[in-house]
């Protein structure tokens, strides 16, 4: 994680790690910083990064598949998907299906949006979020803490109400509740908005499907 800092973290088949070994990302996610404690000493070092993982929607990975029968049980997906800890995938901000692609879609001449024109639009939001927070010492949305998001996180009536609808239908923390105001902040920024819109806030809410109550 150390080795990370300021950098990527990616870890494939995220629920194949051991669950310890994996609650031990909660205090980098959350700090930016990792402790190693033994007997006789103690040290901290710098983990701030950028996580990424990948996983399968259960142990044969064709769960919900619309062109293959998954062979798991209810129990073995249970099972499977209870490696990731509600607190752990709380501290995760994004969490996005990725179905298979069809041949149709590969073969296609259509690529979509070039890289080039999505890079210029982040690198104008990072260039927004910098100016933002000169003199504050942060650099970017996900930095933000409590007293900075009240700042710049501010919504109108209508975004709140989705928030709240949000909170009590999905059972969403209070830690999910900011990284949702972090996430649609920068929504706003690739868009070049100067507030948060109520689409921003709906399309970050939609981004927390792995909570805990999605387990059940």
């Known amino acids: 994680m150390s080795l990370a800092h300021n950098g990527v973290l ?7 790690f051991q669950r310890h070994v994996l609650e031990v990302l909660r205090q980098p996610l959350e700090g930016g910083f990792v402790t190693i404690a033994r007997a006789m000493r103690t040290v901290t070092f710098p983990a701030r990064f950028m996580l990424a993982a990948a996983m399968n929607p259960c142990p044969c990975g064709y769960f919900g598949s619309p062109l293959r029968e998954c062979p798991c049980s209810p129990l073995e997906i249970q099972r499977y998907i209870a490696q990731l800890s509600g607190p752990l995938m709380d501290r995760i901000d994004l969490h996005v299906d990725v179905p298979a692609v069809k ?10 949006e070039p890289s080039a024109v999505i890079a210029e639009r982040v690198i104008a939001a990072r260039q927004r979020q910098r100016e933002r927070f000169q003199g504050e010492g942060m650099v970017c949305n996900a930095q933000m803490g409590p007293s900075a998001l009240r700042k710049y996180g501010k919504i109108d009536a209508a975004s709140q109400k989705l928030l709240e609808n949000a909170i009590t239908r999905l059972g969403l923390s209070a830690r999910a509740y900011g990284r949702i105001l972090k996430v649609a902040r920068t929504i706003s920024d690739l868009e070049g908005r100067a507030s948060i819109q109520p689409a921003h806030v709906a399309e970050a809410i939609q981004y927390r499907r792995l909570d805990r109550n999605f387990w059940t």
């Open 103 to 112: 041949y149709k879609e590969l073969a296609s001449a259509d690529w979509g």
């Open 10 to 16: 990616f870890l494939d088949e995220l629920p194949e």
